[in-house]
């Protein structure tokens, strides 16, 4: 078995986060729910922070909140001095109602509205990520109706898309997202946005995939961006002050994977973003990243109450649990695989192998696949590790299930920083039939 950052067993057996009881948490707040490892997130948000810092690289480390947005999580990403990547007027909001620095929120999309680029433009964010020759445009007229001048990056496509285990190189990239490099679009988008009186052109953006366990992608990234600015610098004096490389640094979610230490992945990239540098006698930009599940993935863990059993003989057992893809819906989307253990019998023998599922009515509706545990029954909990991203982010009300509680642990002391969804949330927005 593998813990986490803090997570250790007591001596009742029960799985402790961050110096908390889990069972102790469940009794208090119900199940399922969400329990971060806030030191967990802490560090690792400083090992991306000092690794640039020491390499006297200057840099922003933007946390994607789509992986996990609530107002506390915004507030803990502000105290560690990230700045803040929203994809929406709802993250954006969040984003506002934390407190979040302005000037440190970074706006993506491929389809921003302009409902939400005039709240970008009249909250004075740090700046846009264009995306396409729509939104450049829209985003002018915006930026003028506002007699404002916003920074803007340009999100574009080096045609190099990474996996969890490969990479792919495409000379026109498929993709519904940025300007792409290979056929003009990027230079094309460059000129006009340097052209614009409004728009500040502060560089340039990629992303590659996510859940990447290699630095090979980045590197590839790099290199064609670099050589792309390169150009762009000989045929009109264009350069970046700011290149950004995007997220998609991988976690460890079972023992299946792999991942390489933040640190190293920095060193690796920045040591050939200098060696571009030089070689296309550049000035060094700052660099900018933009890591979501490599701050929080791991950093959350679910604790369920299990309920009914099925034993088919020679066939499989099935245990269920009171939540599913309500809550967590990446095994049923995308083959996510994940570990778990009794929460409340850490230490007991393993004794058969069970198939966890959920409870909501689809036969997809499974968590994890043939788990080995101690014999369980409806007294037992059962902890899911590294549901930390996207989990909370997409959970939903399939089957009217209610959300979760989150919950925040750190140094022995638990603290509730997302209620648990009532009955009367459910039915808040219905009208009754006339
Ligand atoms: C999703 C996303 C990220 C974060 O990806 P992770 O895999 O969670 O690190 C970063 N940048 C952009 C543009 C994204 O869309």
């Not at 064609?224 to 150009?231: D, I, M, Q, R, V």
């Not at 930009?285 to 099925?310: F, N, Q």
């Amino acid at each position: 078995m593998f813990f986490h950052g803090t997570s250790t067993v007591n001596n009742q057996g029960h799985l402790v986060i961050g110096g908390v009881d889990t069972i102790e948490l469940a009794k208090q707040y119900g199940t399922p729910l969400y329990v971060y490892d806030v030191e967990l997130i802490r560090s690792r948000a400083r090992q991306f922070r000092n690794t640039f810092q020491n390499l006297g690289v200057k840099a922003q480390v933007a946390y994607a909140s789509k992986a996990f947005s609530s107002i506390a999580m915004v507030q803990l990403a502000a105290e560690e001095n990230l700045s803040l990547d929203v994809v929406s007027n709802g993250e954006l909001y969040t984003a506002l109602q934390a407190g979040f620095p302005v000037e440190r929120i970074h706006f993506h999309g491929n389809n921003k509205s302009y409902e939400e680029l005039v709240m970008a433009v009249e909250n004075k964010i740090g700046c846009v990520v264009v995306d396409n020759f729509y939104e450049l445009s829209l985003l002018q007229t915006i930026c003028r109706e506002h007699s404002y001048s916003m920074p803007i990056l340009l999100r574009v496509t080096p045609g190099i898309e990474a996996h969890t285990h490969d990479y792919i190189l495409t000379g026109q990239e498929d993709s519904k997202f940025g300007f792409d490099i290979q056929s003009g679009q990027a230079f094309e988008a460059m000129k006009q946005a340097e052209e614009a009186e409004n728009l500040e052109l502060l560089g340039i953006h990629c992303h590659i995939g996510s859940q990447i366990f290699e630095t090979t992608g980045f590197k590839l990234a790099a290199e064609k961006l670099f050589a792309t600015l390169k150009e762009w610098k000989e045929l009109t004096g264009f350069m970046a002050s700011v290149v950004n490389l995007g997220g998609g640094f991988g976690i460890r979610y079972t023992s299946e994977d792999d991942p390489i230490p933040v640190s190293v992945y920095v060193e690796e990239i920045i040591a050939d973003v200098q060696q571009h540098v030089k070689n296309f006698n550049l000035e060094m930009p700052e660099i900018w990243i933009e890591p979501g599940r490599s701050l929080v993935g791991d950093a959350g863990t679910t604790i369920y109450s299990v309920g009914s059993k099925k034993e088919i003989p020679n066939v499989r057992n099935y245990l269920s649990i009171d939540g599913g893809m309500s809550d967590n819906i990446r095994p049923a989307l995308y083959q996510a695989k994940y570990e778990g253990v009794l929460a409340n019998r850490v230490k007991d023998e393993v004794e058969e192998t069970v198939s966890i599922a959920g409870k909501c009515c689809e036969s997809g509706d499974m968590l994890i696949w043939d788990l080995p545990l101690p014999r369980a029954n409806h007294e037992d909990y059962l902890a899911v590790f590294c549901t930390g991203a996207y989990g909370y982010a997409m959970a939903n009300n399939y089957n009217r299930i209610t959300k979760p509680a989150v919950v925040f642990v750190e140094n022995g002391n638990a603290q509730l920083v997302v209620k648990r969804e009532t009955l009367e949330d459910l039915t808040r927005l219905d009208l009754p039939l006339k």
